[in-house]
């Protein structure tokens, strides 16, 4: 069975810029797109139902039920068409990852006339980060220059495996397309939602969109990330002058 | 390949009550949709094969086999038709239950007419329950009065990840179709099959359907269960007893 | 995709006698089977390639390589066509399990007129057996007669769980399209093939069927097993004595 | 879905060789093909995406992506038309790999008139081995004449529980279209990548297709693998050294 994506509406877009934010590492990609979503007002048009997410419905605060879904919302600045492409859930295996996205390019995504991609995502490293970086990969070498204008990094080996899932698939659908397509992949410790990536990489989205976006409750939970990377560093050092007493 | 639905007949229902009750948590939801279905002498109608359910067969006591599968069965009550979906199986996996569930929802529902879906499952809490409620969640927000008059609690974050599995599926499924729809969740340790939870359920059934039946069997389950309650809570404390002592 | 049933000749069966001997438990049905085949010099007329079998080429003693498959037998018996389905492997998967013999039950078994179904097994009992019992499972309660009078046991409760895999599905599948079906399980150990299972499961169906076979090779096979099982039961009871020694 | 063959031209090929050289055991067959297709310059002409390929992109030391995909690639050797088949991974699961092989082999093979096959692969011992020897498995026992000539070893019972994977589904679906079809595999301990390996299959290939080519690079990279050969040598014979002192 292919994906069920049920249309509430059917925007009328046209060289539409593609967004994609779904769970990732450190969930950046999703928190600077629901952010973004929500700022600009953006319009839900479809819901995404599908076997390769979680069989599970998620209940609000009045206990009533939505099914876990993803959802394609539609919001104009500038006069660019964008679309976004959020949800609670990425598929759950990775030939779902595969079908999911493929059916979703092939089928949404050709009939919205997108013709630029960005993908949203993390970049893992494991340890603290002070100042996260945007790393960016494209599909297109020409891409490079305007993206370092808004801030992005190009670093080679970064991320080193490659990318993985629906910010990995959409770049390589796009680019066998001929859409020029990049990902844009906040660093991250990956311990927590990491609100602080997700506003360096708003940032980059504004220069390169056009568009402003109020972050101060991004900056609340960003707070709150470094008073926890304080204390994980507090911690560690401790642990660190704790060690070298017990040696000395 | 699609679920094989094999009708012995089709019950020319109208408006009909949904009702499902397969394995889960404390299978309560099992345990009170199998009890209802015999108290009412519900016909079945149709058995449903699928490669998403445990490929074997059960054996009676008398060495005769029966596949493994789900069933549909017809009740009328009050005027009202009732389709009941039972099982001793849920699919085995994430993407089969949501197959399973997409196809009979899209192909067999359909055709049965069910304007109402009520889903019966568990909410485990992973410690003994003295008096389990029944907790509820819903399509929609209008359903809630008149459940908490037949007794269901409504608890914000109860339960917290949302209803993975049939239970939520048919509800989810329900909504997006418009049909009132509502999950009904004894609550339970789930650490055996839980009687006294699904007479609990059953009882807020009664007065929801209008229906009586004679619990006499469940009630000695359920006698059982307190037993084994009290044994656990016994030993439990007598645990405690000996680590203070060992403390002191 | 389907399997891939690719004959090389398709005989005109009428009434045909359906057995099927894959590996399991013990691989009494494949060793029954498989010798059974050879003995009445049976003729191969299909080949069957699935996604549910192993990947893979097996080698023979001149590095020439043949697929993993399963395989369909023809042989006549006192007037009766017989059919057999032998392999090297059942499919590797639940639902890969399920798919593969609904396929073959409805598109082949049917054409192939099959009238009559045994599936051939084992029944793990976890110790060793000296005088291995055949136990059966029927999809008709009439059968048991006729099956006891050519030594065939029905204990309740035997095997407890129910009958999975090849061996449960096609008496399941014959039960619901009207054929008289049962599986014959040889008690065993599980420890190794069991060689001595399999001969009394021969002796069932040779007293069924009407044919007879040489057994000499394989109660070879079942002397080496009598050996090996006499080496475990004296280790067990030495390490008894031992501990008993360390006790006292 | 099917795998999507993406062509960028398509050859007009007659009794083409088939080669295949994907990821495996020691990665032999991989580099041995890759070092191949370089060396004659081979043309890309297609890229196979599929579902059953890991979904993710890869990125160049430009940060440029591509898809993770297996390639088709053409050359012309002494009048013989050659297809070779590359690529970073394998299918992800059993069934995926037959799934992406069987569909290779019925639509894109089958188009490319394909009248030999040799797949490339490793057979892993598990210790080092200071002279490589090829080994060899064929679809039919009379090329293994031709096949010795240019330096394959047959030796019956290597490797032991057949060929799993592409390497073995190539051999077994030509087999079964009747196209002769052999696996050569170069030994190997399988703890790094094989150069040494990957020359002599080299090699013998070279003898068998009439072409040579300058394996210098390889050559360096095998010095590295004795280098490393020798280091793990040296330290299991330390090993042992200490061992015997010890005791002693």
Not at 88 to 93: E, G, L, N, S
Not at 140 to 143: F, S, V
Not at 190 to 193: K, L, N, T
């Given at each position: 069975m292919e994906s069920t994506v049920i249309y509430d509406s059917m925007p009328r877009t046209k060289k539409a810029i593609f967004i994609e934010g779904l769970?990732?590492?450190?969930d950046i990609g999703k928190t600077a797109a629901d952010f973004i979503v929500k700022s600009l007002k953006a319009k839900k048009f479809a819901t995404i139902l599908s076997e390769?997410?979680?069989p599970q419905v998620i209940l609000d605060d009045d206990c009533v039920i939505r099914m876990a879904s993803n959802e394609l919302w539609y919001a104009e600045v500038n006069g660019r068409d964008i679309v976004f492409l959020t949800g609670?859930?990425?598929?759950?295996?990775p030939d779902g990852q595969f079908l999911f996205c493929k059916n979703l390019f092939d089928n949404d995504l050709k009939k919205l006339d997108i013709s630029e991609i960005y993908t949203l995502g993390g970049y893992g490293t494991g340890k603290l980060v002070d100042n996260p970086r945007i790393l960016g990969a494209v599909s297109?070498?020409?891409?490079k220059g305007r993206l370092e204008e808004c801030g992005v990094v190009f670093s080679p080996?970064?991320?080193?495996p490659g990318i993985v899932g629906a910010s990995g698939l959409f770049v390589g659908f796009g680019q066998m397309a001929g859409i020029p397509s990049a990902c844009l992949m906040g660093e991250t410790s990956?311990?927590?939602?990491d609100y602080k990536s997700a506003i360096e990489l708003i940032n980059v989205l504004e220069k390169l969109m056009g568009f402003e976006i109020d972050k101060k409750e991004l900056l609340e939970g960003a707070e709150h990330i470094d008073e926890l990377n304080a204390r994980v560093k507090e911690y560690g050092e401790e642990q660190e002058r704790n060690s070298l007493t017990y040696i000395g």
């Open positions: 769970p990732g590492v450190g390769h997410l979680p609670d859930f990425q598929a759950m295996t297109d070498i020409g891409m080996g970064e991320p080193g990956g311990f927590f939602v």
